[in-house]
């Protein structure tokens, strides 16, 4: 036995009571805490970063109201039916082209929830509420991930994380199944070794997932993988009962739990149908939309920096695997291909991998870090070793805190060209332009476009029904195909659906819509004989047909581009970037380039900082024959971005039509110094015969 010493000193100085000690204890001095002092770092430093990840998130999620102008007023209108009826809508309901097309609602509890709570605060705390269910499913997770020993690696993966779920911060139904995936990953991993009570509260979290959000599927599958996981870890105790014929108890329960939790899906109103929605919701899906797109496909077409995030996390999570090839955690390993394999497909499955990845890819550091501890010995003793730990957490401290101020001063959306803003706005958005409609009585049929549909649902209906809204799959797959989209780009078409099937007596479109079709109606309308525009704001524009019935509302508000330089001037006198920008991009499209310079102007007088508003201006002067200010403007859009390889092109023909082909050619190789394979600069040297061009 063991003389009355301390347990943790117990056999390390001192011999058996027995014998005769071995050696004088040595007395334990206190232990002190310095910043370079090995693993003993301070608990407030740790706090401090955890805020400061956390506030960073936080500020990103706190911006205005944009999801207004998209889904969310349909979803608040949705709400309210289901409230006062208390039946959820199977049909299309909200248009007069299929208002009969079945439609299976898979979030009617989530607008439920978001109509009962704007009753009571608002679109101003949907925010808040928002942003905290967010920051809540963050925190579980990373609290699961957090380790205190290795709190660099764990705060970067967080960081790594955060990026990726800041692709989708709107109000949306999703945001529920975001806090359910992180739920269920906390309650798998505390019942991973002995099962415990909470592990059945996932019976119910599930029948509340399926009716929030389809994303539900995916609490099922992390059920099956969590399954065959602990199957793996326990592959000898279940084989040596099987041969008893006995049933190893652990897995027993996790089966029971998979066929409960299978069968809480069937609990919704639409039963099995609803529980294998997400098999078949893309079978009757016939508009293409920016978030069900590919990453890679994205990064052709505009900057986002999730899908930077994106590839710095398919590079980590490969480097740690590889790390431990002989330790890998099977359900970590499937559910990051999973989430991996998703976000490859569509961005919007982005931030579920965000919160996959903190517990994977701070497992994986753990586990090959402990493994090979033998080898960082000489590390461990190092004295620079708390220097350079210092250093990194200051270069993390440096980048939240810049990350927190360009955000609370709105500067990284300025220099993004986003739209939102941080606070707790609630932009205008449609709501002058449908005001404008019920002020004047303007009847329809309506045509509205894709983007518009659903603010129009929470506006108009029951009293005006929409042309289309934002859900492809309550359309048939044929109704984009042949009708919507043809509409917009063939006039024939258009005349026939316009005049003759929908007798179409009001166009109400969303000027900011970026598809190839939306643009080209656009110019169709600016000068489409027998259609008069009546209103236009930074957001919407609409045309009214010249017809009896609106003779007196084109008698008094018709606009051409004669006079709609006094219409828009309260626009431009307003200090708002944004407005003057949608504006200049409207004028651009329908061909009005006085009107788009006059907008564009303004915006650069807003924020000189925006290269591309640089970069159109200088294309129009172009337009314009004025080759000084074209030239002046495009040199801008260079010194602001020295690899606009776009500025670089304009710059290099304007060049060559004034006859300066020494600067042109000049202009065209640094494209090619830039991006050696430009086909377009290749073709202009060729055209020169300095370079032979092959396609």
Excluded: C
Aim: no cysteine; net charge positive; proline share 4%.
């Amino acid at each position: 036995m063991f003389q009355l010493i301390p347990k943790e000193h117990r056999g390390k100085y001192f011999a058996p009571a027995t014998e005769k000690p071995v050696s004088e204890p040595k007395k334990i001095k206190t232990r002190k805490i310095y910043l370079a002092a090995g693993n003993f770092w301070p608990a407030f430093l740790r706090r401090l970063m955890v805020f400061f990840v956390l506030a960073t998130l936080a500020v990103f999620l706190i911006h205005s109201a944009s999801a207004v102008n998209q889904d969310l007023g349909r979803h608040l209108k949705v709400g309210e039916i289901i409230w006062q009826t208390k039946q959820v809508p199977s049909t299309n309901l909200f248009s007069y082209t299929n208002s009969d097309w079945p439609f299976i609602n898979h979030h009617w509890l989530s607008e439920v929830i978001y109509y009962l709570l704007s009753l009571a605060i608002g679109i101003k705390g949907l925010i808040i509420f928002n942003a905290l269910i967010i920051l809540a499913a963050f925190a579980l997770v990373w609290r699961l991930a957090w380790r205190k020993d290795y709190f660099i690696a764990s705060t970067l993966a967080a960081m790594l994380g955060a990026g990726l779920i800041l692709e989708r911060t709107d109000i949306r139904p999703e945001t529920f199944g975001l806090l359910l995936l992180a739920l269920f990953l906390v309650i798998l991993a505390k019942n991973k070794e002995k099962i415990s009570w909470h592990f059945w509260l996932l019976i119910p979290l599930e029948l509340l997932w399926v009716n929030l959000h389809i994303s539900f599927i995916y609490g099922l599958v992390l059920i099956f993988f969590f399954f065959l996981d602990r199957l793996w870890s326990r592959r000898r105790a279940v084989y040596l009962l099987a041969r008893q014929k006995k049933l190893e108890r652990y897995m027993a329960q996790v089966v029971l739990l998979g066929l409960l939790a299978g069968a809480a899906a069937l609990v919704n109103p639409n039963a099995w149908r609803g529980a294998l929605y997400p098999l078949y919701i893309f079978g009757n899906y016939g508009y293409t939309i920016v978030e069900n797109q590919s990453p890679f496909f994205l990064a052709k077409l505009m900057s986002n920096p999730t899908i930077i995030f994106f590839k710095v996390s398919l590079l980590a999570l490969a480097i740690a695997f590889l790390m431990n090839l002989g330790r890998l955690r099977l359900f970590y390993l499937l559910s990051a291909l999973l989430l991996v394999g998703m976000s490859w497909g569509a961005i919007r499955n982005f931030p579920l991998l965000g919160l996959i990845i903190l517990p994977v890819l701070t497992d994986n550091f753990v586990s090959w870090r402990e493994h090979f501890s033998r080898y960082f010995v000489k590390w461990e003793g190092r004295r620079w070793r708390g220097a350079l730990r210092l250093l990194t957490i200051a270069v993390i401290f440096v980048i939240l805190s810049t990350s927190i101020y360009a955000v609370a001063t709105n500067r990284f959306y300025r220099d993004s060209l986003k739209p939102e803003q941080f606070g707790l706005g609630v932009p205008v958005g449609a709501g002058a332009a449908v005001d404008f409609l019920k002020q004047n009585k303007i009847v329809g049929p309506m045509f509205n476009n894709f983007d518009i549909g659903s603010y129009l649902i929470w506006r108009l209906y029951p009293e005006q029904l929409v042309f289309v809204d934002g859900r492809p799959e309550a359309y048939p797959m044929d109704f984009f195909q042949s009708i919507y989209i043809p509409m917009q780009t063939d006039n024939a078409v258009w005349q026939k659906y316009a005049d003759e099937v929908y007798k179409i007596n009001l166009v109400f479109f969303a000027h900011t819509d970026g598809t190839p079709w939306g643009q080209e109606f656009l110019r169709q309308m600016a000068q489409r004989k027998g259609w008069a525009m009546v209103y236009l704001d930074p957001t919407v524009v609409i045309w009214a047909r010249d017809n009896a019935v609106n003779q007196d509302l084109i008698s008094r508000f018709a606009l051409s581009e004669n006079n709609l330089g006094q219409s828009i001037a309260k626009y431009l006198v307003a200090n708002n970037f944004f407005d003057a920008v949608r504006l200049g991009s409207f004028f651009q499209v329908v061909g009005f380039n006085d009107l788009a310079l006059q907008s564009f102007d303004r915006a650069l007088q807003l924020n000189q900082d925006a290269k591309q508003i640089w970069f159109i201006s200088g294309t129009l002067y172009s337009l314009k024959n004025q080759a000084g200010q074209a030239e002046a403007y495009l040199k801008k859009a260079i010194e602001l971005d020295q690899g606009y390889i776009d500025a670089y092109l304009s710059l290099g023909k304007i060049y060559y039509e004034q006859g300066n082909f020494s600067e042109a050619r000049r202009a065209w190789q640094r494209v090619l110094e830039i991006e050696p394979g430009n086909e377009a600069a290749r073709a202009y040297l060729d055209n020169m015969g300095l370079i032979p061009f092959k396609k």
